[in-house]
């Protein structure tokens, strides 16, 4: 939240002048949540706003919490810890991206 309030809505270009925009960086992360879900064993429509992501987040925070052997949650899903890690790294390398472009 920070790092997206305190970044210009047009960003630096990269190297070869391509990249997304803070916005639609923001659209990429929330709207990869769901299909998160999806490999937690959850069902929930994209989230086509905040208060529609920030619902999804707290569905999956309540399925990472339960406890667990390790074991996916779904066939040929993802195990918590797995799970925990890959949405976390997306959300934080994206937000690296807008730090980075930002200046």
Request: proline letters at 9%; aromatic letters at 6%.
């Amino acid at each position: 939240g920070r790092v997206v309030a305190g970044a210009p809505a047009e960003l630096r270009k990269g190297p070869r002048g391509g990249g997304r925009d803070r916005d639609r960086i923001v659209e990429h992360v929330l709207g990869a949540e769901p299909g998160y879900g999806r490999m937690l064993g959850l069902k929930f429509p994209a989230a086509p706003d905040l208060v529609a992501a920030a619902e999804s987040r707290e569905l999956i925070l309540a399925a990472l919490r339960k406890p667990s052997d390790g074991s996916p949650m779904r066939l040929r899903g993802w195990p918590p810890r797995y799970a925990a890690h890959r949405i976390a790294w997306h959300a934080l390398d994206h937000a690296w991206e807008i730090q980075d472009r930002s200046t």
